[in-house]
């Protein structure tokens, strides 16, 4: 008799069951339950925390059985609500920037496609709402200016380095010099005392 349900383990030690069939939208974990056949196992995902972990098992859930509605791509406009299931809007409208991009990344690495596209078009849209300014901030972008400030004081930053070593490396020498000066007095002393 086939398991009904799995139990998924994060990273941080939370487990949630999955139903098996919920399973088949992600081919790595599909391919995981037949690697661990023991219904009794729980599953370790690796590198995904409780909380996305969470939010995956949420998804795979619901969409056993509901087809997935498509997302245009690309993405026409801003406006997510017109382009998603209300399932997948109430679902992905409040999740941080942050927090769509660690999803994405956790659906990526778990191969499961649509949620990779519905986290996709939630970035999608936030880069299609406002200004050139208000995105490049809003995804921590830095503008010409800036880069060129920062590579000004990087090279300012070289230069300090680049003279503290000349520095160090003159006092050196002198060191250097004092001590084989002193050596050579040395000897001649020793010279003159024979």
Known sequence: MEAKSRKLKSEDNQVFEVEVESLKLSKFLSDLIIDYPDEEDE?????????????VVEY??????????????P?????????????????????????????LNVAHSLDIDELVNLTSAKISAEMLIGTVAEVFEKFKIKDENEIKEEKKEGDKNEIKEENGIKEE???????EIKEENEIKEENEIKEEMK
């Open 60 to 73: 795979l859930n619901h969409y056993k059985t509901e087809k997935i509605q498509e997302i245009p791509k």
């Open 43 to 55: 599953i370790t995902i690796n590198k995904v925390d409780g909380k996305n972990l969470k939010l």
């Open 169 to 175: 490396k003159k006092e050196g020498d002198k060191n």
């Open 75 to 103: 993405l026409p406009s801003g406006d997510l609500k017109s382009y998603l299931s209300e399932w997948d809007y109430n679902f992905i409208k409040d999740l941080s920037l942050e927090e769509v991009i660690d999803l």
